[in-house]
């Protein structure tokens, strides 16, 4: 009987969140009904993002980076609330998201506080899929890339080769080492082992990562990122996740491998 039903929950589980890979040809055959995500269902979890998108703006452009009370409690609302299950592998994930608050940001590195700091500039996350340069059966694959705008024609963008159970990536292996280097949190310090396991509780909600390249783009030329990536020496270090613990058709909210909580809003691309 236990054998029975613990079948029957991995089958559950299985329909609830089918690694379907969105470009596939054979969806626009499907019903409606069939494999499409529900919305959320809790009644004011829009009233919730309208009160959080509020909150942000009233609490003012200079404090992106605060931790304001009234900001988490609304987080942790939405969080609680039903969202569209399964958000790491579904439709609504993917496009350009627009970075609006970052709280617990004392957790992460000097230079991530900078790059997740919206005080001085647009930042953006892109959720795309690319085609694979080493791979000759046209195979795509996942990024997740970061912008920073620094005006119309400038801009930092550092692209991370994602993996989620649609895409997965067999390089993408647990992380080691917590990032401290001589004890000194220059990376920023990173959960592991235990820590760092998925909740069972919220299937196919994690993207994992591994910072790959990066440039300035400066329109007429660019220059590389001073960060060499794809070292041996560093790719531990550069690797991460994070947990999307709430996602709608206009907010995202996730959790990084650093205790960092992002709020996104999409945008168009």
Known sequence: MVRSNSLAITAAAALLCPAIRPTLAFQSFLPNFSLSPPKPTVPGAIDLEDKLLAA???????????????ISSLVSQLEA?????CPAVAPEVYG????????NA????????????????DIFQDI?????????????????RQIVKF?????????ALASTSAYPL????????????????????SLVGEEAEEDAERPDSRV????????????????????????PLFRDAVKGWIDITYLSDRIRISRGNKGTTFILKKEEM
């Open 170 to 189: 067999p390089e993408l292996t647990a992380r080691e080492g917590t990032g401290k280097i001589l004890g000194l949190n220059i990376l920023g310090v």
């Open 208 to 231: 994992k990562f591994v910072f790959d390249e990066g440039k300035f783009d400066f329109g007429s030329f660019t220059v590389p990122y001073p960060v060499p990536f794809r070292s």
């Open 81 to 85: 609330a039903r969202s569209i299950p």
């Open 151 to 159: 005006g119309e024609t400038n801009e930092l963008c550092v692209d």
């Open 106 to 121: 004392d957790t992460a590195s000097p230079i991530q506080r900078k790059a997740v700091d919206t005080t001085k500039f």
């Open 128 to 144: 795309v899929l690319a085609e694979d340069g080493d791979d000759d059966d046209d195979a795509e694959i996942l990024l997740v």
């Open 96 to 103: 350009r998201w627009r970075l609006l608050q970052t709280t």
């Open 56 to 70: 942000i703006e009233a609490n003012g452009a200079d404090k992106r980076l605060d931790n304001s009370d009234e």
